[in-house]
C-alpha cells in the first residue's frame, strides 16, 4: 500500500516563503515521478511542479517558475516543494501526487495519478 503524506501548511505573508513535505511510504519503487498540485475553493485542481525520478528533472507551471522549487531526497523518500516570494493568488490545499505511468507532456493532468496525500493549507495574508 502507497502513503502520502504532506505537512508543511501554513500562514505566511506575502512575499514569504514555506517548504511543504511529501513523504512516501509503500511501494514506491516503481513510480516515476512525483506532483505538487493545488486547489484553491471553487476551482480546478492545477499542477504545480513535478519531479521526475529517472533523471531528477524538474517542470513547473509558469505561474510558479523561479518562485517555486521541486526536489527530493532518495535517503527520506520525500519530496519537498520550496516556495519563495508567495503571492496572493498562491493560496491552496496542495497536494502530493504519483502513480505507476506518468505522461512527461502533461505531467500537470491530475487524472494520471493513482496515489494523493490528503493535502496541507497554504494560506498567504497579512
Known amino acids: 500500500q502507497v502513503q502520502l503524506v504532506e505537512s508543511g501548511g501554513g500562514l505566511v505573508q506575502p512575499g514569504g516563503s514555506l517548504r511543504l513535505s511529501c513523504a512516501a511510504s509503500?511501494?514506491?519503487?516503481?513510480?516515476?515521478?512525483y506532483v505538487w498540485f493545488r486547489q484553491a475553493p471553487g476551482k480546478e485542481r492545477v499542477g504545480v511542479a513535478a519531479?521526475?525520478?529517472?533523471?531528477?528533472?524538474?517542470y513547473y507551471a509558469d505561474s510558479v517558475k523561479g518562485r517555486f522549487t521541486i526536489s527530493r531526497d532518495n535517503s527520506k523518500n520525500t519530496v519537498y516543494l520550496q516556495m519563495n516570494n508567495l503571492k496572493p493568488e498562491d493560496p491552496a490545499v496542495y497536494y502530493c501526487?504519483?502513480?505507476?505511468?506518468?505522461?512527461?507532456?502533461?505531467?500537470?493532468?491530475?487524472?494520471?495519478?493513482?496515489?494523493w496525500g490528503q493535502g496541507t493549507q497554504v494560506t498567504v495574508s497579512s
Open positions: 509503500g511501494s514506491t519503487s516503481n513510480f516515476y515521478a
Open positions: 519531479f521526475s525520478v529517472s533523471d531528477g528533472n524538474a
Open positions: 501526487a504519483t502513480g505507476w505511468g506518468w505522461m512527461k507532456s502533461s505531467w500537470y493532468a491530475p487524472n494520471q495519478y493513482e496515489f
